[in-house]
């Protein structure tokens, strides 16, 4: 889909990849899928998974040692957090963050980024996503992220990154 807007180009073979090369067709595909402007929390995880999908793949394809050290070591911190949830979500809005940079793509590191934060803003009002059982299962699930991505398990990365939006849309309102 975003190839077919311009957004992406891929490259086939051991080290093939997709690369945002536009961000000109966006606005065109988020009306398609979403039918107007996205504006809820809501909607904004589903643009995150498309966005996250993406920025998992191509970071695994880079991920060196010292990249892996630092995204366990920020992992470790966000389960350090546990009883503090604004802290807690801050530690895994540097996760995603590092993740979009890891890509060595940076239009795409932008879009996590921007999406993240609007996030992290708007959640944090929402007690239905801070509650502890999430929590835990969201740090299993960003364990599980890192380790298919150390071992470049493509498929597993989608897998686990559709899991993870399913479960923080599980928790929303209507």
Do not use: W
């Not at 992220?145 to 493509?154: E, V």
């Amino acid at each position: 889909m975003l190839r077919g807007y311009g957004i992406i180009e891929v490259t086939r073979g051991r080290f093939g990849g997709s690369t945002v090369v536009s961000l000109d067709g966006v606005s065109s595909l988020l009306r398609e899928i979403y039918d107007g402007k996205v504006e809820t929390l809501r909607d904004l995880h589903q643009v995150r998974g498309v966005l996250e999908r993406e920025a998992c793949v191509s970071a695994a394809r880079h991920l060196t040692d010292d990249n892996y050290a630092n995204l366990a070591e920020i992992l470790d911190k966000a389960e350090q957090a546990f009883g503090n949830f604004l802290l807690y979500q801050e530690y895994t809005v540097q996760f995603h963050v590092r993740v979009g940079l890891y890509s060595l793509n940076p239009i795409l590191a932008g879009m996590v980024r921007a999406v993240a934060n609007q996030i992290s803003i708007a959640g944090q009002s929402t007690p239905s996503i801070n509650d502890m059982s999430m929590i835990v299962e969201n740090q299993s699930i960003l364990r599980d992220l890192l380790a298919a991505m150390r071992n470049q398990d493509f498929a597993r990365i989608e897998v686990i990154v559709d899991r993870h939006i399913d479960l923080i849309l599980s928790r929303l309102p209507s």
